[in-house]
């Protein structure tokens, strides 16, 4: 069934550092990727996201690639700040269907 | 302000006495849906609807209801709670399919214990 497998499950970092999460997704008809940030005790929250017919996005220090044919898609954080840390999680979806989510990476970043 | 309304935000409760989790959207969403979130399992989800009076089971449905009656609305119902439904609950809506789909927007979020 579908699918989408979100690695590495944690992720620490030094503050300044890059942080990268990768997902790959099982259903070739996906063409929607959003990423989330979930808080402790919040509510996911929308970050950034990317549709089929684009293979890169940026948005200040966050930014996502989309490889279809490889069915991967990554996010990037450049000079993270202990803000950053957060749960993220990955999904995917396709059009008439459900966002599938990734297990989420636990990201850490010390000052 | 375009938002997805849970209540409560806490909740204590016991073992088999039914409760209700409210979940209203102001977006003219069609697709609502409900997700458990336990520690180490990500989100998962419990049921979901694609309009009005349409409902179908997610990946873990045993022990929960719902009802889509209206469209912004989209209670959770548990019939005789245990506590193993003790867990963080969301409530998601977004457009469905037949438009440029997007992500979900989630409340706030509910917590349940069940003792």
């Known amino acids: 069934g579908e699918n989408v497998e979100q690695h590495p499950s944690t992720l620490s970092v030094q503050e300044g550092d890059s942080a990268v999460i990768k997902c790959t997704y099982s259903?070739?008809?996906?063409?929607?990727f959003p990423w989330y940030k979930q808080e402790l005790g919040k509510r996911p929250q929308l970050i950034i996201d990317i549709r089929s017919n684009v293979g890169e996005k940026k948005d200040q220090r966050i930014a996502v690639t989309l490889n279809k044919t490889a069915k991967h898609f990554s996010l990037h954080i450049t000079e993270t700040q202990p803000e950053d840390s957060a749960v993220y999680f990955c999904?995917?979806?396709?059009?008439?269907?459900?966002?599938?989510f990734g297990q989420g990476t636990e990201l850490s970043v010390k000052p | 302000e375009a938002q997805v309304t849970q209540n409560p935000r806490y909740l204590i409760t016991v073992t088999g006495k039914k409760l209700t989790v409210t979940c209203s959207q102001n977006m003219n969403h069609e697709y609502m849906s409900w997700y458990r979130q336990d520690p180490g399992l990500g989100l998962r989800q419990i049921y979901y609807?694609?309009?009005?009076?349409?409902?179908d089971k997610g990946d873990v449905p045993e022990g929960y209801k719902v009802s889509r009656k209206e469209k912004r609305n989209f209670p959770l119902i548990l019939e005789s709670p245990s506590p193993n439904q003790t867990s963080l609950y969301f409530c998601a809506s977004s457009l469905a399919s037949g438009r440029q789909i997007g992500g979900y927007t989630f409340g706030s979020g509910t917590r349940l214990t069940v003792v």
């Open positions: 999904a995917a979806r396709k059009q008439g269907g459900k966002l599938i």
């Open positions: 259903d070739s008809a996906s063409n929607y």
């Open positions: 609807s694609m309009n009005v009076e349409v409902t």
